[in-house]
């Protein structure tokens, strides 16, 4: 990027001849210049010059049109004092080779995405922010020169006008030149709604500009007569903009209130309502035209008072007031005029580009620290290249050949096989720079690779990108997951022993929309079994604590530690069932046997059941105390091939989980070579049970382990 303070010290003599000096070099060379270009690089530093522009910008924009068109020869100017032009002119010529894809037929608008990205393109290409200015420029002598062009020429201009450049000086703030960018294009796009409107209006635009500087005067007067300062400006709205206010308001030029306009700026709240008063006070407002985005901001957080008042010569004025405060948020905060006005929603980092790119238009004497400022920390978050189409696709800064390609589309990153970039092969993890023209080469079938999901190998840099890989695998996944998982589910239920517990409750306890995606994430790992069990212990928990109606509530005395409770009776002798061995947070019920107390088993135990069918009077509630430092009688049935060393191991297994063994039965078949072995232990709950289920199915020629029933 070459700085003012490095342009004055390549550049000849007082920077205030550098225009001079070139036009002369230009009109002394010797093979002599056609006047066309001539005069277009006139008035483009013109137009320039009206925006305070430093003179070596002005000095190259004069100069650019008879390179550009090959009427002067680059070498040229570095061999002359005017060398230090040459960076300037370059970048122009950069910025020049950017425009519409090249399938884009003229009167056809460009889709918002694209325009946009264009728009940034036009940003982050060039050397020298500042150059964007002389582009800008150059569209605008383009429009007002293609008054005697064909139909068709005069619509593409208008249309690449109206979808890049006036959008581009709207927010760079070059307002002189968004509104004639604008109507012009509006004219050659739309002739006769054009013509209809100027002849609506009545009167040309400096006659307006002449009346609304008039009801600026009497505005601005009439306040400091009542004790308030303020700064006032007005506007004549161009004719682009009324139309579009028609067309959104679907209505009259009669109902277009903001014709014109009066901006107030005062320097506190009080001051916008004391302002609003004064005008209310002298002139008749409109009913249901004024509203107040201070006590209610807009979701942009635009704040101001809008209000439309009879004005001086009966005409509508629409006046706005706000603080100084609030019209800096407007102009270059997050209520910024073209982010609500063109609808567009661009990160934090874009508006700090915009906002410095504004200030570039102020004259200061650390323009070159500025642009420094500018190139190291804006204009290097983004990168954009370029479709065989003429797409402009923007990506992180870093993104590879492979990350265009799942930018363009999730399909042709899956099927990716190679990337030409500029017409030269390329690896994936080529590195895409401004302006790159890549190409995919793609297959018929996706395969993309696992590899490419290692941030080491360098195949992706956007963490979009590698989410669609993901993704993709995950799906192909999905069905040997879910077959997978389901087993695992089964089998989980199975040797825990759990029956009458809908699987769908488990998904949820899990925070699974159902028991299928419950299914594929325990086949893809994301859930382990033990999960499951802690799932049913809660759900068991949950149940338990709804509590029946009962006259009374009593501990019985007799069992260890009092782990029972017993609804509705006395104290009786109570035993844990031996054929289910009931554990906590289990549901439970008690029978009352004959010598022996209550015996209490799992609800769903089969010799309850029979027991239940032959003297349901017998039958009563119980439920568990409070288990967290309990422990209870679990049996376990293991099968497995029988080996030396097996109940050594299963021993072990017991004792790493601290768990009390009561007695281990084992008995062998020689003929099959298998072993049968019947565990009794007391566990904790549910959780460390399915804990000891898992480790005794790791060991070496286990086949099964299962919860007795």
Not at 292 to 321: F, M, W
């Amino acid at each position: 990027m070459i700085t003012t303070e490095q342009e004055s010290r390549r550049l000849p003599g007082n920077q205030d001849d550098i225009v001079t000096l070139t036009r002369q070099w230009i009109a002394e060379h010797p093979a002599g210049v056609v006047a066309p270009q001539q005069a277009e690089g006139e008035a483009v530093a013109a137009i320039l010059e009206q925006l305070g522009v430093s003179r070596p910008l002005l000095a190259a924009a004069t100069i650019y049109p008879l390179l550009r068109d090959g009427l002067l020869r680059p070498d040229e100017l570095t061999r002359t004092r005017l060398a230090g032009l040459s960076d300037i002119v370059s970048g122009l010529d950069q910025l020049g080779r950017v425009s519409l894809p090249p399938d884009w037929r003229p009167g056809e608008a460009l889709a918002t995405s694209q325009s946009e990205a264009l728009r940034r393109m036009l940003l982050a290409m060039v050397s020298d922010v500042r150059l964007v200015l002389i582009r800008i420029a150059e569209q605008l002598y383009r429009l007002r020169t293609a008054r005697d062009a064909s139909a068709e020429q005069q619509k593409a201009l208008a249309v690449e006008t109206r979808e890049v450049f006036a959008p581009l000086a709207n927010r760079l703030g070059v307002w002189q030149l968004k509104w004639e960018l604008e109507d012009l294009s509006f004219r050659y796009l739309e002739p006769e709604t054009y013509t209809r409107i100027v002849r609506a209006l009545n009167e040309k635009r400096t006659e307006r500009e002449a009346a609304i500087e008039n009801v600026r005067k009497v505005f601005a007067a009439e306040l400091a007569a009542n004790g308030v300062e303020a700064l006032v400006s007005a506007r004549p709205k161009h004719i682009y903009s009324i139309w579009r206010k028609m067309k959104r308001k679907d209505s009259g030029l009669e109902h277009i209130f903001d014709i014109r306009a009066v901006r107030i700026l005062v320097d506190s709240v009080s001051d916008c309502y004391a302002a609003l008063g004064v005008v209310h006070n002298r002139w008749s407002y409109l009913r249901g035209e004024f509203d107040d985005y201070i006590a209610n901001p807009k979701e942009n957080r635009y704040r101001s008072l809008h209000t439309a008042v009879i004005g001086p010569g009966n005409q509508v004025v629409e006046v706005q007031i706000r603080t100084r405060e609030m019209h800096r948020e407007a102009e270059l905060g997050v209520a910024a005029h073209w982010r609500y006005k063109e609808g567009g929603n661009l990160k934090a980092a874009f508006d700090q580009k915009i906002q410095f790119l504004r200030q570039l238009l102020e004259p200061t004497d650390r323009d070159g620290d500025l642009l420094e400022q500018i190139r190291g920390d804006v204009f290097e978050d983004r990168v954009y290249a370029l479709s065989p189409r003429g797409d402009v696709v923007e990506m992180p800064a870093g993104a590879t050949a492979l990350d265009f390609a799942y930018h363009v589309h999730t399909e042709v990153g899956h099927r990716c096989r190679g990337a030409k970039v500029n017409g030269r092969i390329v690896p994936l993890t080529y590195k895409v720079q401004n302006g790159d023209k890549i190409e995919i080469i793609t297959g018929k079938e996706p395969q993309p690779r696992r590899d490419w999901l290692s941030p080491q190998n360098g195949y992706l840099a956007a963490a979009r990108s590698r989410a669609k890989v993901r993704t993709w695998f995950r799906q192909q996944d999905k069905d040997q997951n879910r077959s997978q998982g389901r087993d695992i589910l089964d089998r989980e239920l199975a040797r825990l022993n759990i029956r009458d517990l809908a699987t769908d409750a488990i998904a949820n306890e899990l925070k699974f929309a159902n028991t299928d995606a419950l299914c594929i994430a325990l086949g893809a790992g994301d859930v382990t079994s033990t999960a499951v069990a802690n799932a049913v212990q809660r759900l068991r928990k949950d149940a338990a604590e709804v509590p029946a109606p009962t006259k009374r509530r009593r501990r019985r005395k007799g069992l260890a530690n009092d782990q029972v409770e017993i609804r509705g009776v006395g104290d009786l002798l109570c035993t844990l069932a031996r054929c289910c061995r009931p554990v906590p947070p289990e549901e439970i019920v008690g029978y009352i046997t004959k010598g022996r107390g209550v015996g209490i088993h799992r609800h769903n135990c089969k010799n309850f059941r029979s027991l239940y069918s032959r003297h349901p009077e017998r039958v009563i509630e119980v439920e568990w105390l409070d288990p967290s430092d309990e422990n209870y009688a679990a049996e376990l049935v293991l099968q497995a091939y029988d080996r030396q060393g097996l109940l050594r191991d299963v021993s072990s297994v017991l004792a790493d989980e601290k768990v009390s063994i009561d007695s281990i039965q084992t008995s062998t078949d020689k003929q099959k070579m298998q072993a049968k072995m019947e565990l009794k232990f007391f566990v904790p709950g549910l959780g460390a049970l399915s804990s000891i289920i898992g480790k005794l199915e790791q060991l070496p020629n286990v086949t099964s382990v299962r919860r007795k029933s």
